[in-house]
């Protein structure tokens, strides 16, 4: 077993013996007994084709590439979510955002790793899309990092948490039209050369909406010398479900 392995085997080693003398309750539905359940991972509802080759996005049309991407097409390579944004997922970012709770963020990392896994994608490095320092003084922690981390240690890749920054503080993408969130976050984002320079990147995000902020932090990594930059969130929100 490698070092990187055995810390990983020991991390998880650690998190179930804890389970043992505490038992949790799981993070979708709240039920005792696991920090995620074997009913909640067979609810969650899985971005299928046919989506865009490009952002992830279900489409409904033969193309490859959606119609917002042909007419502006993102920064990243590609980027691809897990889950459609509703129950039991949603509860369990929810949990993560506001409760952090370390060890769903853990529980959810070995299921998503396996779709992060399924995409063969040629990744050395994960990189969390950071949040606003205002909105970190507040919480205290970013909820991504929660899950990106432990997906690190599974998929034995270099975690750089703190290569990017925010320029600025952003107001937040809810409630705001594509055009809206691209402006908003348009040269948001700053990355460390030394950091990702001819490193193939991983950006990691909890939701997407258009993708418009895992596109500015890709064109942030772009321009610190990131030889490519793929992207992933564990859910989408998407605004019509019957696409899926
Ligand atoms: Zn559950
Ligand atoms: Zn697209």
Redesign the pocket.
């Known amino acids: 077993m490698t070092d990187s392995r055995r810390s990983y085997f020991l991390y998880r080693l650690i998190w179930t013996s804890l389970d043992f003398l505490f038992p949790p309750n799981?993070?979708?539905?709240?039920?005792p007994g696991s920090r995620?359940?074997a009913?909640?991972q067979q609810n969650i509802v899985l971005i299928s084709k046919p989506y865009c080759t490009v952002c992830g996005n279900p489409i409904r049309t033969n193309a490859n590439v959606c119609r917002d991407c042909q007419i502006d097409r993102p920064c990243f390579r590609v980027l691809r979510s897990w889950s459609v944004f509703e129950t039991?997922i949603r509860n369990a970012l929810h949990r993560l955002k506001y409760r952090q709770d370390i060890g769903l963020g853990d529980a959810l990392a070995v299921q998503f790793s396996g779709f992060v896994s399924s995409l063969k994608w040629p990744i050395d490095t994960i990189v969390p899309v950071p949040l606003g320092q205002k909105r970190l003084n507040e919480r205290g922690y970013n909820q991504v990092g929660l899950i990106a981390r432990p997906l690190s240690l599974s998929m034995n890749l270099t975690y750089a948490p703190n290569v990017l920054s925010r320029e600025r503080d952003t107001r937040s993408q809810v409630g705001l039209t594509k055009l809206e969130r691209h402006k908003n976050v348009r040269g948001a984002f700053i990355a460390k050369r030394s950091r990702v320079n001819n490193h193939v990147v991983l950006l990691v995000d909890d939701v997407a909406t258009t993708g418009s902020t895992l596109s500015s932090c890709a064109e942030a990594l772009y321009a610190a010398g990131a030889q490519d930059v793929f992207a992933v969130t564990v859910a989408r929100a998407l605004a019509h479900h019957s696409l899926v």
Do not use: D, L, Q
């Open positions: 799981c993070g979708g539905c709240g039920k995620w359940c009913e909640c039991p």
